[in-house]
């Protein structure tokens, strides 16, 4: 397989279960990325990991919980989540996350959650 | 507050007509702008790339052009087809803000045969 690729593309979960959603990237890229996208709202950064240490957390509540063993996988553990946390969930990678002008993001197809 | 906004949130017209995508951003100091593509329920595919540097990059019925000073950027879609209906999202690499990318909510376009 190429680029990203994120399992599973859809989940279904109650409030009270333990979920993780999976993230692999093949481009052989140093930094990873969470993102949540709601409906009407903009892509929400929640997690940067680079060479597998998070470098960025932008206040997700603790329910959300990233792990990142090596630089090609990243995983988003759930639990207890509300129902406004149904979203479709985006992971990225990048060549590196520090840079003068950045480095560019490729995206996985995402996974749509739904708490029940 | 560093922003990006894309208005109108949505947007139809019929098909073959010439079309542009607007974006804003408020802060100028910025690296590069990135237009996206995304279809309904999936990720997001990059179209262009344009660096702070740059005035505009075309790839194919796609053209990006980017007003730094002024805060602005356009996709200009020519010829638009039933096939280009998608949401598409512009993205702006902020000064200091590493590999991060501010979005805008987006322009949900629909191509009418």
């Known amino acids: 397989e190429t680029g990203v690729t994120q399992t599973p593309r859809h989940l279904v979960m109650g409030m009270t279960n333990k979920k993780s959603l999976k993230c692999e990237q093949h481009?052989?890229?140093?930094?990873m990325y969470w993102y949540k996208q709601s409906a009407k709202k903009p892509l929400e950064l929640m997690f940067v990991y680079s060479l597998e240490e998070r470098v960025e957390n932008n206040s997700v509540p603790s329910r959300f919980s990233p792990e990142c063993p090596n630089s090609s996988h990243l995983f988003l553990h759930l639990h207890t989540l509300q129902p406004e946390d149904s979203a479709l969930y985006l992971c990225?990678?990048?060549?590196?996350?520090?840079?003068?002008?950045?480095?560019?993001?490729?995206f996985g197809p995402g996974t749509r959650l739904t708490v029940t | 507050k560093q922003e990006v906004t894309q208005i109108p949130a949505a947007l139809s017209v019929p098909e073959g007509e010439n079309l542009v995508l607007n974006c804003s951003f408020t802060?100028?100091?910025?690296?590069?702008l990135q237009w996206f593509r995304q279809d309904p329920g999936k990720g997001l595919t990059s179209l262009l790339l344009?660096?702070?540097?740059?005035r505009e990059q075309t790839s194919g019925r796609l053209n990006a052009s980017l007003d730094k000073s002024s805060g602005r950027s356009t996709l200009y879609i020519a010829a638009s087809q039933p096939g280009d209906s998608a949401t598409y999202l512009c993205?702006?690499?902020?000064?200091?803000?590493?590999?991060?990318?501010?979005f805008g909510k987006g322009i949900t376009l629909s191509v009418r045969p």
């Open positions: 993205a702006v690499r902020f000064y200091g803000a590493n590999s991060k990318l501010t």
């Open positions: 481009l052989g890229h140093n930094a």
């Open positions: 802060d100028s100091a910025i690296y590069n």
């Open positions: 990225a990678s990048s060549q590196a996350w520090k840079g003068l002008a950045g480095h560019e993001q490729y």
């Open positions: 344009i660096q702070s540097s740059q």
